[in-house]
């Protein structure tokens, strides 16, 4: 009896149990470096230079999700400086991984 117990507690702990959420941007402008890069108020990279990834792990725990926000950073590029945010909200829900690419097709707006 004690044995089915245990069985039971242990699968119920196993489904009780929440994967995390992440959200990776990636930078994929040439000789542009991407700083404070934010979805809502939630950093994601400090600084990415070209090719670079940054990750935003969100524990079900931690963050009410689904959850969706612009994602807002400040592109240098030729010694200039310009906070941009996407014209797309990107959605992240729980037990998901979304991955967005900043390139030139990716619309955006001054901020």
């Known amino acids: 009896m004690r044995k ?4 039971l507690a242990c699968s119920l ?3 009780a149990c ?3 959420s992440s959200l990776t941007v990636s930078n994929e402008l ?26 935003l792990v969100l524990s079900p725990y931690t963050t009410d999700l689904p959850k969706a926000a612009v994602i807002q950073f400040e592109m240098i590029a030729a010694n200039r400086r310009i906070g941009l945010r ?3 909200v990107f959605e992240v829900e729980e037990q998901q991984d979304v991955r967005v690419e900043i390139d ?8």
């Open 30 to 55: 040439e000789n542009v470096v991407l700083q404070n890069v934010r979805w809502d108020d939630q950093f994601v990279a400090t600084e990415l230079l070209p090719g670079q990834s940054g990750e």
């Open 4 to 7: 089915v117990l245990f069985v």
């Open 104 to 111: 030139s097709a990716l619309q955006v707006t001054v901020r």
């Open 18 to 20: 929440k994967e995390d």
């Open 13 to 15: 702990l196993f489904c």
């Open 86 to 88: 996407t014209v797309e």
